[in-house]
């Protein structure tokens, strides 16, 4: 997946979708796609899944809602929270140790999936979006700026977390 080496400090950063994350995507065109990894020790400590809950879950109750709030406002219709088949309301639509699918529905035509893999000390986080109508189109661009420095931050604060508890 991610030629790596083990390291024991990770700063997450940015990095094209590895083609792995990108075959896993099932969205019948991508409008949009980004990546983020991190590098660090412990990667195997915690399934794909579990990965993704630490990443999206796992974070101050203002910091979730903040997020299901920006969900929202992209459209982006939410399933259960707390759920055992969701992820902060985000469907798991297939899951491995290794890797796991996540998804949603649209209210406006923004239909996003996210992905979590895990492989040889590297833990990658990666985001795809289809937009189908010009509403989607204008909300995805007033937003995406601000995307990519949140993900480096959720990714950044999963690893930095699992570091403290270990």
Not at 24 to 29: D, E, G, K, V
Not at 43 to 66: F, G, H, K, N, S
Not at 78 to 99: A, E, F, K, N, Y
Request: proline share 5%; net charge negative; glycine share 6%.
């Amino acid at each position: 997946m991610v030629e790596s080496t083990t390291q024991t400090s990770a700063a997450a950063r940015e990095i094209e979708v590895p083609p792995g994350a990108l075959a896993l995507c099932t969205l019948a065109r991508i409008d949009y796609q980004n990546a983020v990894i991190a590098e660090f020790d412990g990667v195997a400590d915690r399934t794909a899944e579990q990965w993704a809950r630490a990443i999206l879950e796992d974070q101050p109750p203002a910091m979730r809602e903040a997020m299901t709030n920006r969900f929202g406002a992209l459209g982006v219709r939410l399933g259960p929270i707390p759920s055992d088949d969701h992820v902060l309301g985000w469907q798991v639509r297939q899951r491995t140790p290794d890797q796991v699918l996540l998804g949603a529905g649209s209210t406006i035509g923004l239909l996003p999936e996210i992905v979590v893999q895990r492989a040889d000390g590297a833990l990658v986080f990666a985001y795809f979006n289809q937009r189908e109508t010009d509403e989607a189109r204008a909300r995805w661009a007033a937003a995406e700026h601000m995307h990519v420095p949140a993900m480096l931050k959720l990714l950044q604060g999963a690893v930095d977390r699992f570091r403290s508890d270990r």
